[in-house]
């Protein structure tokens, strides 16, 4: 043995060629901490004593490779200074470059995953040979960074400019096949034959066959382009990765122009840009954000994880009515491989659902995701029925009829009936409370809610509901039935709204008072996209349907009347009474026409002013500062109020909901990150401010208390 460490392990396994094994103890994955560096610097100082080796292999003993550096270390790394930063950067390189300088050709195995620190690992050997079914890439540009080992230097040289920049900028996870076009690897092969590869190729280059010194310093040289080329690369590339990214993700551009500031230098000097570079971005708001986001994201998996082991199995699902939502749920069931039988109560309802989930499995087959032959077997797995035939089979039920509680009541009372005893029953509700959905039912311990997002497949939040009486292992099947589907399941209490609608409401209630007081609701529309929305409060409503708006705000201005009762006629009344639902038929607070794609694209409607004068009272300009306020402070505050009153466990929770169910803007970390990066004393300012507006705009005496004793939601 040449070195043995917790995460590292070197031997000599052939005719003088050494093997470096990473496989952290206690992990189920190999990732870059302080301990696995710390090892790699040991074992290169022990591989450069050794005499007689003619090479070097690096190898995973886990099912990845390496998957990235040790993001939870990233917060506590990130809190120290630029200069700091910078330092650790370059003191990790160090490793990083004694590999690349070892003196004897070097090849990495790749099996599973290679990404991020994990790549830049395979980036500083001399060759690489890949697993047919794994994959390598730099993610780091979804965490507000990019990479900091080396990898903008490295891969620029070896793949040339415009790969480097789509591989980096788009943070892409890349298969073999992409991988070998490029050149990012050298071989592809199955995962039994890499050693022997590796192995190989050493021999090619002692033998003389193969000249690693040569590879070695084009990886380390000078970006081969002259001056014009390298300015039309970087400079195109700059304003088109700038287009896509927008200005709120900062980091895709910077890693470009970082790029284009080491072109002409050799790795020493390349890295320290790099360094610099990376110092920069990780002491950005939106590195902070995202990467509280990607640790929150950990903390929702772990809780699931904890469900799963008190889960039942769910072999066969059900689902109650089979229009768009019902034909959803069902594609989605089946796509993962769970069947499930499809209920309605005409072969038109059926006829819909089941044109649902087939249009959506034609789209993957038309992209190359699928081929016929699974779609058929996805289909296959949707059992579509007028009746309750086979539910004696069936271990889950998910309820999708009209959002109607007399309707829902006589269908759940109806399906308990025709289940086993222990099948679990949700309703996909989005308002209704459930425990007065559970009232009638014989086993209200086997109900909860199951609320999914439209469109089901593309929405990745479930809200699980747990009733008063509703039991763990309710809970526990339907969180597991809902990870089974791909989903991220967040398990909240009942109240009206449960927690994305509670929270939503009073968002549309900032823009309803906006509308009233003389906003342009277009203009409203920008300046919330341009805060980071994936889209405006007017455009939004119409997405949702202003019947569903309509009637889910009735329902929230019974639950919380002393905020949510509008008085008077509202812009969102004026609609609907004037049958202007939305997408759906067309008009809304736009008008909807097909693009050459067949695509329905939103156009300006005139005659949305007219009808909204009734309800205007007076006409104000405000700046973008005081709609970003009225639309924000009611939406944040009502997530405090979830939380105070133990609707959502933490804050971790409240602020994944709010991004994976209504598109909150993941840069800015959540509604209660928000308050906490504002300053929770500035954000009550704020809120007081606009205190004549209403209850909505009322901080909670809890809220009080942590401006002034300096609390946050996080750390």
């Given at each position: 043995?040449?070195?043995?460490?917790?995460?590292?392990?070197?031997?000599?396994?052939?005719?003088?060629?050494?093997?470096?094994?990473?496989?952290?103890?206690?992990?189920?994955?190999?990732?870059?901490?302080?301990?696995?560096?710390?090892?790699?610097?040991?074992?290169?100082?022990?591989?450069?004593a050794q005499?007689?080796?003619?090479?070097?292999?690096?190898?995973?003993?886990?099912?990845?490779?390496?998957v990235?550096?040790?993001?939870?270390?990233?917060?506590?790394?990130f809190?120290?200074?630029?200069?700091?930063?910078?330092?650790?950067?370059?003191?990790?390189?160090?490793?990083?470059?004694?590999?690349?300088?070892?003196?004897?050709?070097?090849?990495?195995?790749?099996?599973?995953?290679?990404?991020?620190?994990?790549?830049?690992?395979?980036?500083?050997?001399?060759?690489?040979?890949m697993?047919?079914?794994?994959?390598?890439g730099?993610?780091?540009?979804?965490l507000?960074?990019?990479?900091?080992?080396?990898?903008?230097?490295?891969?620029?040289?070896?793949?040339?400019?415009?790969?480097?920049?789509e591989?980096?900028?788009?943070?892409?996870?890349?298969?073999?096949?992409?991988?070998?076009?490029?050149?990012?690897?050298?071989?592809?092969?199955?995962?039994?034959?890499?050693?022997?590869?590796?192995?190989?190729?050493?021999?090619?280059?002692?033998?003389?066959?193969?000249?690693?010194?040569?590879?070695?310093?084009?990886?380390?040289?000078k970006?081969?382009?002259n001056?014009?080329?390298?300015?039309?690369?970087?400079?195109?590339?700059?304003?088109?990765?700038?287009?896509?990214?927008?200005?709120?993700?900062?980091?895709?551009?910077?890693?470009?122009?970082?790029?284009?500031?080491?072109?002409?230098?050799?790795?020493?000097?390349a890295?320290?840009?790099?360094?610099?570079?990376?110092?920069?971005?990780?002491?950005?708001?939106?590195?902070?954000?995202?990467?509280?986001?990607?640790l929150?994201?950990?903390?929702?998996?772990?809780?699931?994880?904890?469900?799963?082991?008190?889960?039942?199995?769910?072999?066969?699902?059900?689902?109650?009515?089979?229009?768009?939502?019902?034909?959803?749920v069902?594609?989605?069931?089946?796509?993962?491989?769970?069947?499930?039988?499809?209920?309605?109560?005409?072969?038109?309802?059926?006829?819909?659902?089941?044109?649902?989930?087939k249009?959506?499995?034609?789209?993957?087959?038309?992209?190359?995701?699928?081929?016929?032959?699974?779609?058929?077997?996805?289909?296959n797995?949707?059992?579509p029925?007028?009746?309750?035939?086979?539910?004696?089979?069936?271990?889950?039920?998910?309820?999708?009829?009209?959002?109607?509680?007399?309707?829902?009541?006589?269908?759940?009372?109806?399906?308990?009936?025709?289940?086993?005893?222990?099948?679990?029953?949700?309703?996909?509700?989005?308002?209704?409370?459930?425990?007065?959905?559970?009232?009638?039912?014989?086993?209200?311990?086997?109900?909860?809610?199951?609320?999914?997002?439209?469109?089901?497949?593309?929405?990745?939040?479930?809200?699980?509901i747990?009733?008063?009486?509703?039991?763990?292992?309710?809970?526990?099947?339907?969180?597991?039935?809902?990870?089974?589907?791909?989903?991220?399941?967040?398990?909240?209490?009942?109240?009206?709204?449960?927690?994305?609608?509670?929270?939503?409401?009073?968002?549309?209630?900032?823009?309803?008072?906006?509308?009233?007081?003389?906003?342009?609701?277009?203009h409203?529309?920008?300046?919330?996209?341009?805060?980071?929305?994936?889209?405006?409060?007017?455009?939004?409503?119409?997405?949702?349907?202003?019947?569903?708006?309509?009637?889910?705000?009735?329902?929230?201005?019974?639950?919380?009347?002393?905020?949510?009762?509008?008085?008077?006629?509202?812009?969102?009344?004026?609609?609907?009474?004037?049958?202007?639902?939305?997408?759906?038929?067309?008009?809304?607070?736009?008008?909807?026409?097909l693009?050459?794609?067949?695509?329905?694209?939103?156009?300006?409607?005139?005659?949305?002013?007219?009808?909204?004068?009734?309800?205007?009272?007076?006409?104000?300009?405000?700046?973008?500062?005081?709609?970003?306020?009225?639309?924000?402070?009611?939406?944040?505050?009502?997530?405090?109020?979830?939380?105070?009153?133990?609707?959502?466990?933490?804050?971790?929770?409240?602020?994944?909901?709010?991004?994976?169910?209504?598109?909150?803007?993941?840069?800015?970390?959540?509604a209660?990150?928000?308050?906490?990066?504002?300053?929770?004393?500035?954000?009550?300012?704020?809120?007081?401010?606009?205190?004549?507006?209403?209850?909505?705009?009322h901080?909670?005496?809890?809220?009080?208390?942590?401006a002034?004793?300096?609390?946050?939601?996080?750390?």
């Open positions: 043995m040449i070195y043995e460490g917790k995460a590292i392990t070197v031997k000599e396994i052939e005719g003088g060629i050494a093997q470096l094994n990473f496989d952290l103890q206690g992990e189920s994955v190999n990732k870059f901490n302080r301990l696995t560096i710390e090892e790699l610097r040991a074992a290169t100082d022990a591989l450069k005499k007689n080796l003619k090479g070097l292999v690096v190898t995973s003993s886990k099912d990845s490779f390496i990235g550096a040790d993001i939870t270390e990233f917060t506590e790394l809190a120290g200074s630029e200069e700091d930063l910078v330092a650790n950067n370059l003191k990790a390189n160090e490793v990083f470059n004694a590999v690349e300088d070892l003196p004897f050709p070097t090849v990495t195995a790749i099996n599973g995953m290679a990404l991020g620190g994990g790549f830049e690992m395979c980036l500083a050997t001399d060759y690489r040979v697993d047919k079914k794994a994959k390598v730099l993610p780091e540009v979804k507000g960074i990019f990479p900091g080992f080396g990898g903008t230097v490295r891969l620029s040289r070896l793949v040339g400019v415009d790969n480097a920049v591989w980096i900028s788009g943070g892409t996870e890349n298969r073999a096949d992409v991988a070998l076009k490029v050149g990012a690897v050298d071989a592809v092969l199955e995962s039994d034959k890499l050693v022997d590869a590796a192995v190989g190729i050493i021999n090619q280059c002692n033998e003389g066959k193969l000249d690693y010194e040569a590879r070695r310093e084009e990886k380390k040289g970006i081969k382009l001056a014009m080329e390298s300015m039309m690369a970087f400079e195109i590339s700059k304003a088109f990765v700038a287009g896509k990214a927008g200005k709120n993700y900062p980091a895709p551009v910077e890693a470009i122009k970082v790029m284009q500031k080491h072109a002409g230098m050799t790795r020493d000097k890295i320290e840009v790099e360094a610099k570079g990376f110092a920069k971005m990780a002491k950005t708001n939106v590195a902070a954000c995202l990467v509280g986001l990607f929150n994201d950990q903390e929702l998996k772990k809780k699931a994880k904890a469900w799963e082991k008190e889960a039942n199995d769910v072999n066969l699902a059900a689902v109650l009515g089979a229009g768009i939502m019902g034909g959803g069902a594609f989605q069931s089946a796509l993962k491989g769970t069947p499930i039988i499809m209920k309605d109560i005409n072969q038109d309802g059926i006829a819909l659902g089941l044109k649902e989930a249009k959506l499995l034609a789209k993957r087959v038309e992209k190359g995701k699928m081929k016929p032959d699974q779609m058929a077997d996805v289909l797995s949707i059992t029925t007028l009746n309750y035939g086979d539910f004696k089979n069936v271990d889950l039920v998910v309820e999708a009829v009209v959002e109607n509680p007399k309707v829902k009541d006589a269908v759940l009372r109806e399906t308990e009936d025709a289940v086993r005893e222990d099948t679990i029953l949700t309703s996909n509700t989005s308002t209704i409370s459930i425990d007065l959905l559970a009232k009638n039912l014989k086993r209200p311990e086997n109900f909860c809610g199951m609320h999914f997002f439209n469109p089901v497949h593309m929405m990745p939040l479930v809200e699980v747990r009733g008063e009486k509703t039991s763990d292992r309710a809970i526990a099947t339907t969180v597991a039935y809902a990870k089974a589907m791909g989903k991220t399941p967040i398990v909240v209490n009942d109240c009206p709204g449960f927690l994305v609608n509670r929270v939503l409401f009073p968002y549309f209630g900032g823009f309803i008072g906006l509308v009233r007081d003389g906003a342009d609701f277009q409203v529309d920008k300046v919330m996209e341009k805060f980071g929305w994936p889209m405006g409060p007017a455009y939004l409503l119409d997405v949702v349907g202003m019947d569903t708006g309509k009637h889910a705000g009735e329902v929230m201005a019974d639950g919380f009347p002393d905020r949510m009762k509008h008085e008077g006629t509202t812009a969102i009344d004026v609609m609907f009474d004037n049958n202007r639902y939305g997408q759906k038929n067309e008009k809304g607070f736009y008008k909807y026409e693009d050459r794609k067949g695509k329905q694209k939103k156009v300006v409607d005139e005659e949305t002013y007219k009808l909204l004068e009734p309800v205007v009272q007076g006409k104000n300009e405000f700046s973008e500062e005081d709609i970003i306020a009225r639309m924000m402070i009611p939406l944040c505050l009502e997530t405090v109020r979830c939380l105070e009153d133990g609707i959502v466990e933490d804050p971790a929770d409240a602020d994944m909901g709010l991004i994976f169910g209504i598109g909150f803007p993941p840069f800015r970390g959540g209660l990150r928000y308050i906490d990066d504002m300053g929770v004393d500035k954000f009550v300012e704020l809120a007081d401010k606009f205190a004549d507006l209403g209850a909505l705009y901080p909670t005496e809890k809220l009080r208390e942590m002034k004793t300096g609390k946050k939601f996080f750390g």
